[in-house]
C-alpha cells in the first residue's frame, strides 16, 4: 500500500470500489492527519477559508462522520469493549461510506475535498494494538490514494498540556488504556501517543506526508499549509 502526494492520476490503496470510473473524479483530495488536539479542525477550516477566497468550492468529511455507522461508532467508543479487529471494521466501514456517499461525489464535480484524517490514523493505532499491517492495508484497499497528505507533528507532552487544558480529563481510547489497562493514565497517555507517532514518521517516506511542525502557533502552521497545498498540487 504506497501512495505518493501530488497525484495525477486517480488510483486506489488496493481493489477499490466497483462501479466507479476514477477518471471522472477531476476534483482533489487533500487529508490532513496527526492526533486529537492537534489542530486538526482549526488548520482545516483555515485552510478551507483560504480555499474558498481563492474560488475553490470544498466539501469536508472527517472519521465517525458516515450516515451509515458514525453515530454508532461513537456510542460504543463509549464502553471500553471493543476489540481491535472490531475497531478495524468500525472504521473501515465509516470510511467506504463516506467515500462512496461524499468523497466520490465531490470530486466528481470537482470540489477539493478535506479529509480530517483519513486511513492513516486507523492503520497507525490498529498496528500498535498488534494488528497485522498487510491485514489492515488489506481491509483500507477500497479507499482513494489522496492527492496530499498533511500531518501534523506534535509531541505527545505538548498533546498532553492542550488536551487537559480544553477539556480537563484524558481520553480512555485516546491514552491507549485498552491496552496498558492499569497504571497512570497520563503515563499511559504519553506512551501511546508516542508509539503512534512512531507509526506515523514510519509511514511518511513511503506514503508520501508533508510533515508540518504542529507544535507552532496556528497561524505560522496554517501558512506552512498553504504553502504545501500550493506548491504541490495543480488545483482543478
Same mark, same amino acid.
Given at each position: 500500500?504506497?501512495?505518493?502526494?501530488?497525484?495525477?492520476?486517480?488510483?486506489? #490503496? $488496493?481493489?477499490?470500489?466497483?462501479?466507479?470510473?476514477?477518471?471522472? =473524479?477531476? +476534483?482533489?483530495?487533500?487529508?490532513?492527519?496527526?492526533?486529537? %488536539?492537534?489542530?486538526?479542525?482549526? !488548520?482545516?477550516? =483555515?485552510?478551507?477559508? *483560504?480555499?474558498?477566497?481563492? +474560488?475553490?468550492?470544498?466539501? !469536508?468529511?472527517?472519521?465517525?462522520?458516515?450516515?451509515?455507522?458514525?453515530?454508532?461508532?461513537?456510542?460504543?467508543?463509549? $464502553?471500553? %469493549?471493543?476489540?481491535? =479487529?472490531?475497531? %478495524?471494521?468500525? @472504521?473501515?466501514?465509516?470510511?467506504?461510506? !463516506?467515500?462512496?456517499?461524499?468523497?466520490?461525489?465531490?470530486?466528481?464535480?470537482? #470540489? &477539493?475535498?478535506?479529509?480530517?484524517?483519513?486511513? @492513516?490514523?486507523? &492503520?497507525?493505532?490498529?498496528?500498535?494494538?498488534?494488528?497485522? /499491517?498487510? *491485514?489492515?492495508?488489506?481491509?483500507?484497499?477500497?479507499?482513494?490514494?489522496?492527492?496530499?497528505?498533511?500531518?501534523?507533528?506534535?509531541?505527545?507532552?505538548?498533546?498532553?498540556?492542550? /488536551?487537559? +487544558?480544553?477539556?480537563?480529563?484524558?481520553?480512555? *481510547?485516546? %491514552?491507549?488504556?485498552?491496552?496498558?489497562?492499569?497504571?497512570?493514565? @497520563?503515563?499511559?497517555?504519553?506512551?501511546?501517543?508516542?508509539?503512534?507517532?512512531?507509526?506515523?514518521?514510519?509511514?511518511?517516506?513511503?506514503?508520501? #506526508?508533508?510533515?508540518?511542525?504542529?507544535?507552532?502557533?496556528?497561524?505560522?502552521?496554517?501558512?506552512?499549509? !498553504?504553502?504545501?497545498?500550493?506548491?504541490?498540487?495543480? =488545483?482543478?
Amino acid at each position: 500500500m504506497t501512495a505518493t502526494a501530488g497525484v495525477t492520476q486517480r488510483a486506489y #490503496f $488496493g481493489a477499490g470500489i466497483p462501479e466507479i470510473n476514477l477518471a471522472t =473524479l477531476r +476534483g482533489r483530495l487533500i487529508v490532513i492527519e496527526g492526533p486529537d %488536539s492537534a489542530g486538526r479542525s482549526t !488548520q482545516i477550516r =483555515l485552510l478551507r477559508d *483560504w480555499l474558498e477566497r481563492r +474560488g475553490y468550492a470544498s466539501a !469536508q468529511t472527517g472519521l465517525k462522520r458516515s450516515r451509515l455507522v458514525g453515530k454508532k461508532l461513537q456510542d460504543v467508543m463509549q $464502553g471500553y %469493549s471493543l476489540g481491535p =479487529l472490531t475497531f %478495524s471494521l468500525y @472504521y473501515a466501514t465509516d470510511l467506504a461510506d !463516506q467515500i462512496e456517499n461524499v468523497i466520490v461525489p465531490a470530486l466528481a464535480a470537482d #470540489f &477539493i475535498v478535506l479529509a480530517d484524517r483519513y486511513v @492513516y490514523t486507523p &492503520i497507525a493505532r490498529d498496528v500498535v494494538r498488534g494488528v497485522d /499491517v498487510r *491485514w489492515i492495508e488489506g481491509v483500507f484497499g477500497f479507499a482513494i490514494v489522496p492527492d496530499v497528505v498533511l500531518y501534523l507533528d506534535v509531541k505527545p507532552e505538548v498533546l498532553a498540556e492542550r /488536551v487537559l +487544558g480544553n477539556l480537563h480529563y484524558l481520553d480512555y *481510547w485516546e %491514552s491507549g488504556m485498552d491496552i496498558h489497562r492499569d497504571g497512570d493514565m @497520563y503515563a499511559s497517555f504519553i506512551s501511546y501517543q508516542n508509539l503512534v507517532r512512531e507509526q506515523f514518521l514510519a509511514m511518511a517516506p513511503t506514503k508520501g #506526508f508533508h510533515i508540518i511542525d504542529g507544535d507552532r502557533d496556528a497561524e505560522q502552521v496554517a501558512k506552512e499549509l !498553504q504553502e504545501t497545498v500550493e506548491s504541490t498540487i495543480d =488545483l482543478p
